[in-house]
């Protein structure tokens, strides 16, 4: 069983007896000698920890799955770029302002293709997340992402996103450079793209700051990743402004990965490493490798107007329902 070492404040309330477990198993390896064998107990131990996370985790609920989603030692867009691809060389500025940090983008080889690679970033420190304005782009990050996208599209580069953010940013300064024409633009340019596009949501997917990536022909979640049009404690304030509502909401909004598949939001689910990404990152890049390469094989036999009209029907389709009175 993977041993992470983690601070008590990245340890979730409903971890807390898994990582006690792992911290007493830890101890007994560190007082094992040659005289003195604990390997009996640590067995045991190991099992009965194996056997918690299972069932603690077999029962989340929404509200806790919205806790790993925004987990601070999960796995980052760069940390991914690092698990999947060779040669990535990032690219910088929307050649109108600024560079903004909260987005990152790069060409880069993934397996057998030149890819383009565009995701939301935070920081896994108090400076970085001010640097990265903890992963809320502003106008220039999306107007960075078009630009990319369109050089991709220009090369048939299959473009590969990763979501993760709590939305764009709403401050002045954004608003004033024009945060709502910038998103709806990269809506616009994403729908048109002459290349496959594969959207991975590898955290949290908040509002139109998650969209404006997420204009693709698959659209993938990771386990404990969420996606929705608002967090549930806006959604609490808004309908009950009882911030104790925070759990109901979570439920009532649908955002986790299996409802979005049963709504036909998202096409697949990918599972991550036992007990969360933030356990072992690189077993579940590797579970994105897999689930990426068998997505890109069926999408590079279409021709340019075969994913333009597939993407568009996609999309067309989402919010369709049955009137059981009809």
């Excluded at 590898?202 to 204009?215: C, D, R, T, W, Y």
Aim: proline fraction near 5%; include cysteine; charged fraction near 30%.
């Amino acid at each position: 069983m993977t041993e992470p070492v983690v601070s008590d404040r990245q340890v979730l309330e409903f971890e807390r007896p898994i990582i006690d477990l792992e911290r007493k198993i830890a101890e007994l390896r560190g007082l094992s000698t040659a005289t003195v064998d604990f390997s009996s107990e640590i067995r045991k131990l190991e099992q009965k920890a194996r056997k918690l996370q299972k069932e603690i985790f077999a029962e989340l609920s929404a509200h806790q799955k919205v806790q790993l989603a925004r987990h601070p030692g999960r796995p980052y867009t760069l940390d991914y770029v690092r698990l999947l691809t060779e040669d990535f060389v990032e690219l910088h500025g929307d050649r109108s302002f600024h560079d903004d940090p909260s987005i990152v983008g790069g060409m880069a080889r993934f397996d057998a293709w030149e890819v383009l690679v565009i995701g939301h970033q935070k920081g896994k420190t108090t400076k970085e997340n001010l640097h990265r304005n903890f992963g809320m782009a502003r106008p220039e990050g999306y107007r960075k992402a078009t630009r990319l996208m369109r050089m991709a599209s220009r090369f048939r580069r299959p473009i590969i996103c990763f979501i993760d953010t709590a939305g764009a940013y709403p401050g002045k300064g954004a608003e004033e450079r024009g945060q709502a024409e910038a998103i709806a633009k990269s809506l616009q340019v994403m729908a048109s793209l002459a290349c496959p596009v594969i959207a991975v949501v590898i955290g949290e997917g908040g509002s139109g700051g998650a969209l404006a990536l997420g204009v693709a022909d698959r659209i993938l979640m990771l386990e404990y990743s969420i996606y929705s049009v608002i967090t549930p404690e806006g959604c609490a304030s808004i309908l009950w402004r009882d911030p104790a509502k925070v759990p109901e909401a979570a439920t009532q909004l649908k955002l986790t990965a299996p409802d979005l598949v049963e709504l036909g939001i998202c096409d697949e689910v990918i599972p991550e490493a036992s007990g969360g990404a933030h356990r072992d990152a690189a077993i579940t890049a590797a579970r994105i490798r897999v689930a990426l390469k068998r997505h890109l094989r069926e999408l590079t036999k279409l021709s340019p107007d075969e994913l333009i009209e597939a993407r568009y029907q996609k999309f067309r389709a989402m919010g369709k329902f049955l009137d059981p009175q009809g």
